[in-house]
């Protein structure tokens, strides 16, 4: 038998080959002649050619070159069009990358686009996608812009580059989307606020504004901050992108490379990437987690374009999308955010305030708010009366014989049946019906009637200021069907008549109303004219009338569906979650933009007619009240940045139940930067189906006094009550009654530092409710902590509250790093090193509320009174804490005037006390400037309450002369040896002892 050539024998030589066969042959033991032909013969018959192909080399290597390419490119192929069966793929970038990473497309599709409409849009489609959504930009995406020229502009005085203008145009022609050329500009307005702005080819202005009141812009160095580091593309052969990095970390701020960038006739869309997980600011978002909702002014879903941004080296820094339209912004885990605008052409603003902590992105954008708005005051808010710190009762749906009724019953009057606990409040507005919307419902409450001008007089009696509620829809029977020819600027349908919606109007059959248009010169003309018609009908009594509520000025029409047939696709994806719907997007207004002359559709200021409607009527209303230097509270449901400074909100519209309660403060929290003068609706907007099977009336008790609690800790504290609606004080027990009462001289106990808390924001601006991170970001522990906790929030800087938000016997608070007391002054936590989270228990008649290490918080000692403004006859109670170590210091304020002249900051008509404390001594120190007017206040500090004090045995003395020994109390707080030392009976009158120093002498 002959051998054979092994494979792994041959070294690919075809000589070899032909030796090894030859060497074979001849070792054979016949010598058959046709065996020595082959030897004589031609080797090239016994070398077939299958052998060079399976052995040669050559061969070989390009064999192992189409397996990898086969089991690396081939493979993923087949197993991505057969195994997952996703069809066709786009033709630009790729569908294979991680969930993560995917930004929605066709986000403002009604319903979910089929997988033909996401290819045909260039778009990714999977059905076994973890995400609420199938359709998925590509990465890198289709929709991408390239550079067509830039301009930039040089300062002369620095000789740098201070704004860049790039005119862009589509990368690629998308057959089933209409990109068109766009422009962005990057600007530095001053060295702490950068500006994107991003607006049509067309304009000549940028963005859009509705108005000439706009800020005077501040140049400066766009290269030259020292905080941010800003990259963009500027060559046409490349995708367009800008970058923002933090210059001393390196850090993402915002980076358009992940996701698409788009500009359609009706649509603005941007993406980027986030620094992490950690932002406030944006609905439901907060640590990681993929988020869409469209921020569009409406009852339920209130938020705001800006949001606080947490680095991973826990800088911080702020972003604003200045922008009148509506959007949808969507959320993915990269972390990364995708904003997309609908309006014709739309233009829209980013601006980013480089903190780098969270207090200075507060000041940088409120300054820039300041800058941009209408206001009296370069500040965060306005300085609100002292009146406004107290509760505000209102009622819905009531008679003039009922509301007299209830009043008399809020005030303690004894009924045949029931006894009632007198409620202190401070502001009344009648009834939110009492007018339709200007003129009184003279059916409900006729003013030339006994009972009514009684009604007035108890409330006058009592001191009750009346806070009016005002509507935005104008009902036609009252103004006349002739709503062609009325003197209201109206807004107006497509077909050019107004615009008719419908609206519950305070009775039980719907009405048909037409609607302001705020926008329009005249505007303001008409409202005063409205209120001095109103005001003459209560002549005698407008000295009551105080300050100003709307109350639907979204602005909402019911069956907006039977009535609107929008090409708006946000309002069509809007109806999906509300049974209100909102005036139809296609109406517009009866002005022109100032700067285009074009007409203004409402879509396109939709998010600013609530600020504008209350603005306007806010100027008409104290007009009418012939008093310019009072101070008035004006409070609405739809407000937007920039507008907080001189308006309240009175909180989301959520049902009566625990959940309504927590969401209602988380909104608060999150959007702490936007809302000052703020509140929730007290015990609930309106009664769910839940809460009518909780059973007990105890349980629903419970609910309504633990909102009440969390309500009365908030700026602004009010409860509207409806028969079978919403609840009110009096539809509780008596006991829970007296428990309210108690919450409300709690409040009223500490209102001197709310008070004071808005001082301080008139010299820097602060925000009064804050997250604790707000305070606690920079120890890693604290911040890991706190930025996830958005149901416990710090009042000012020096009081913190865990407030009871279910039914639990107990709940989980954390305590940051320092020292904390609660409000008895029993010692909870102190820690030099990290903060803990404790279980505090839940207590029905108390709130949880703790004191921080190193201040000192003015309050009333034993407040009593019907008001708030009634309780300031009484004197003062500091409660101080004292130092933790030898060298530290407590520090506390308190600022006094007569709580209702406008211009008391202007003309230094106030007093100003300060307080600081260490282990040595507490001084007291005044400037005293107030000069008294018909308003009466005190002017005298009782009692001293110092909460960890060491030593029992001192003697006090003030300057050395007079000794407190008869007026020296200790006390111990419970389970602890920590000493209250309390110093009563001080009489400090700080007018006539500005400064007072209390020496300790320990013996």
């Not at 849009?121 to 076994?128: G, K, L, P, S, V």
């Not at 009146?387 to 749906?397: E, N, T, V, Y």
């Not at 940051?816 to 002054?825: A, K, S, V």
Request: proline fraction near 5%; hydrophobic fraction near 35%.
């Amino acid at each position: 038998m002959g051998g054979w050539v092994s494979r792994r024998g041959s070294n690919g030589s075809t000589a070899e080959d032909k030796r090894r066969i030859r060497n074979s042959i001849e070792d054979m033991t016949h010598s058959d002649e046709a065996m020595k032909g082959i030897l004589d013969g031609d080797l090239k018959e016994a070398v077939r050619w299958y052998h060079w192909v399976l052995y040669d080399m050559r061969f070989r290597i390009a064999y192992a070159i189409i397996f990898a390419l086969f089991m690396g490119l081939g493979v993923p192929i087949l197993i991505y069009n057969f195994v997952f069966e996703t069809g066709r793929i786009p033709n630009y970038g790729s569908c294979l990358f991680k969930d993560n990473f995917k930004f929605e497309c066709l986000e403002n599709v009604h319903r979910s686009p089929t997988e033909d409409q996401c290819l045909r849009a260039e778009c990714c489609y999977d059905d076994n996608v973890t995400l609420p959504f199938k359709c998925h930009h590509s990465f890198p995406s289709a929709y991408q812009y390239e550079v067509v020229n830039l301009v930039k502009s040089l300062n002369s005085s620095i000789n740098d580059t201070q704004s860049v203008e790039l005119n862009l145009r589509p990368k690629y022609i998308l057959k089933s989307q209409q990109l068109i050329q766009f422009k962005v500009k990057l600007e530095w307005i001053n060295p702490e606020h950068l500006a994107l702005h991003f607006y049509s080819n067309l304009s000549t202005v940028y963005p859009k504004k509705l108005t000439q009141r706009g800020h005077q812009e501040k140049k400066g160095n766009f290269n030259g901050s020292g905080y941010f580091d800003v990259t963009y593309s500027d060559s046409e052969f490349e995708s367009f992108y800008i970058r923002i990095q933090r210059n001393d970390t390196k850090e993402i701020i915002f980076d358009t490379q992940l996701g698409p960038i788009s500009y359609t006739p009706y649509t603005l869309s941007l993406s980027t990437v986030l620094p992490s997980v950690h932002f406030l600011g944006l609905k439901g978002i907060q640590g990681d987690g993929w988020t869409k909702y469209i921020l569009i002014n409406g009852p339920e879903n209130m938020e705001f374009p800006f949001y606080l941004s947490f680095e991973s080296s826990r800088k911080a820094h702020g972003v604003f999308l200045d922008t009148m339209y509506p959007f949808i912004a969507q959320v993915n885990n990269v972390p990364g955010i995708m904003f997309t605008l609908e309006g014709y052409q739309p233009s829209a603003t980013l601006h980013f305030f480089v903190g780098p902590t969270p207090a200075d992105v507060h000041r940088q954008l409120h300054a820039h708010l300041n800058e941009n708005g209408d206001t009296d005051t370069k500040v965060g808010a306005s300085m609100p009366p002292y009146w406004a710190l107290g509760l505000h009762l209102c009622r819905k749906g009531y008679n003039v014989t009922e509301t007299f009724d209830d009043l008399l019953k809020l005030n303690g009057t004894i009924n045949a049946t029931t006894q009632y606990s007198p409620i202190p409040y401070d502001s009344d507005c009648i009834d939110d019906n009492f007018r339709t919307p200007f003129a009184i419902d003279m059916e409900k409450y006729p003013t030339d009637s006994e009972i009514f001008n009684d009604m007035l007089d108890h409330l006058r009696s009592y001191e009750r200021r009346i806070l009016l509620t005002q509507k935005i829809g104008l009902n036609i029977e009252s103004y006349g069907n002739d709503t062609e020819n009325s003197t209201v600027p109206l807004i107006l349908s497509r077909e050019g008549t107004p615009f008719v919606g419908i609206s519950k109007g305070g009775v039980k059959e719907p009405i048909s109303i037409v609607y302001p248009d705020y926008l329009h010169s005249d505007s303001l003309k008409w409202a005063i004219e409205e209120f001095d018609s109103f005001a003459k009908n209560i002549s005698n009594n407008t000295d009551l009338l105080s300050g100003l509520i709307l109350i639907d000025n979204f602005p909402e029409t019911l069956n907006s569906t039977q009535l609107c047939q929008p090409k708006s696709w946000i309002s069509k994806i809007q109806r999906t979650f509300y049974d209100l719907g909102l005036i139809c997007p296609d109406t517009f207004h009866n002005t022109n933009d100032v700067t285009t002359g074009e007409k203004i559709y409402h879509l396109d200021v939709h998010n600013i007619y609530g600020s504008e409607s209350t603005r306007k009527l806010g100027i008409a209303f104290e007009t009418s009240t012939g008093r310019s230097n009072e101070r008035f509270l004006r409070s609405s449901v739809s407000i937007w940045p920039g507008t907080t400074s001189f308006e309240g909100f009175s909180g989301l519209k959520v049902p009566f139940t625990w959940h309504g309660l927590s969401d209602s403060l988380s909104h608060i929290i999150r959007n702490f930067m936007i809302l000052p003068f703020t509140g929730t609706p007290i015990c609930g907007s309106f009664l769910s189906t839940l809460t009518n099977e909780t059973g007990p009336q105890e349980n629903v008790d419970d609910l309504c006094l633990r909102w009440f609690q969390v309500g009365l800790l908030l700026p602004f504290s009010r409860n509207t009550y409806e028969r079978n609606v919403t609840l009110g004080p009096l539809d509780l027990s008596l006991k829970y009654q007296n428990y309210i009462t108690d919450s409300i001289l709690h409040r009223y106990r500490f209102n001197p530092y709310f008070y004071t808390r808005f001082y301080q924001s008139q010299l820097q601006p602060e925000p009064i409710i804050r997250p604790l991170v707000f305070d606690f970001h920079k120890n890693p522990t604290d911040f890991n902590s706190t930025i996830q906790i958005l149901s416990q929030f710090m009042i000012g800087p020096g009081i913190m509250v865990a407030p009871i938000l279910s039914e639990a016997p107990t709940r989980e608070a954390y305590f940051p790093t320092g020292t904390w007391y609660d409000i008895h002054g029993n010692l909870i936590i102190s820690s030099t090193s990290k903060g803990k989270t404790l279980t505090v228990p839940s207590i029905l008649a108390e709130i949880p509320m703790y004191i921080r290490g190193g201040y000192i918080i003015p309050t009333l000692c034993d407040p009593s009174g019907s008001t708030g403004v009634e309780t300031r006859l009484g004197n003062y109670t500091l409660l101080a804490t004292f130092p933790t170590d030898e060298s530290g210091t407590s520090i506390g304020n308190l600022y006094v005037d007569d709580g209702i002249s406008r211009d008391s900051i202007s003309n230094k008509n106030f007093d100003y006390i300060t307080f600081e404390g260490t282990s040595k001594n507490f001084k007291i120190n005044a400037q005293c400037n107030y000069q008294p007017t018909e308003v009466d206040i005190s002017k005298m500090i009782t009692e001293i309450k110092i909460y960890g004090f060491p030593n029992s045995e001192l003697v006090i003395r003030i300057e050395g002369d007079q000794n407190f020994e008869n007026s020296i109390q200790f006390e111990t707080a419970a389970e602890n040896e920590i000493k209250i030392l309390r110093i009563y009976d001080l009489e400090i009158d700080w007018c006539i002892v500005p400064n007072v120093t209390l020496t300790w002498i320990y013996e």
